[in-house]
């Protein structure tokens, strides 16, 4: 699997779940209060904090936000770059000892490509080098990623996301009577 596609499948997997974020942080309302020891954890919550602990270690971000199913998503991202990196080295070199082997003109050097053409076996070493450099930006992707997603979380901890809120999107009139239709959005607070 090439890294585009796995840092493809990793996105896919971390933003999927976006919409079971709001369910984390919704704040007290006076029909379902926090117990107070929610509440105290949330008032001492820092941003920078949860900043730092991620960029410490990958995932203890999203442990400090209280959000342990971000984790595991975060260890499976940086483990699948860390194998995809050692796997395409690993084959890189194969390849590029091969066809330093093949052009040498060494008769006492052996080549498990003998008889391949030298062009060809560059090329597949090439693409592995390419694509472990791939792999290499891909895990400083998922880095900077989960360090962002813990800074963000962190700063929502206090959001109010609850049912109180409401937004209403519905046509508006003629606009000064130039016979243009619009959309009007209202934000409503109860």
Request: a neutral charge; charged letters at 20%; aromatic letters at 8%.
């Amino acid at each position: 699997m090439s890294p585009a596609r796995a840092l493809l499948l990793l996105a896919l997997l971390c933003f999927g779940g976006a919409a079971l974020a709001q369910a984390d942080t919704a704040a007290p309302s006076a029909a379902d209060p926090l117990p107070a020891v929610q509440r105290d954890w949330r008032q001492r919550h820092k941003p920078k904090r949860a900043t730092l602990y991620s960029a410490v270690l990958p995932g203890a971000g999203q442990i400090y936000n209280r959000k342990y199913w971000k984790a595991p998503i975060v260890w499976g991202g940086v483990g699948l770059c860390a194998y995809l990196i050692a796997d395409n080295t690993r084959k890189y070199e194969r390849y590029r000892d091969g066809y330093v082997a093949l052009v040498d003109n060494d008769p006492a050097t052996v080549s498990e490509f003998d008889g391949a053409n030298a062009n060809s076996v560059r090329d597949v070493a090439d693409t592995y080098h390419k694509w472990r450099d791939q792999a290499c930006i891909a895990l400083i992707a998922v880095y900077v990623l989960n360090v962002v997603d813990a800074t963000v979380d962190a700063h929502f901890v206090r959001f109010d996301v609850s049912p109180d809120l409401s937004m209403e999107l519905a046509p508006a009139p003629l606009v000064a009577g130039q016979g243009a239709l619009g959309l009007s959005l209202a934000l409503t607070l109860r």
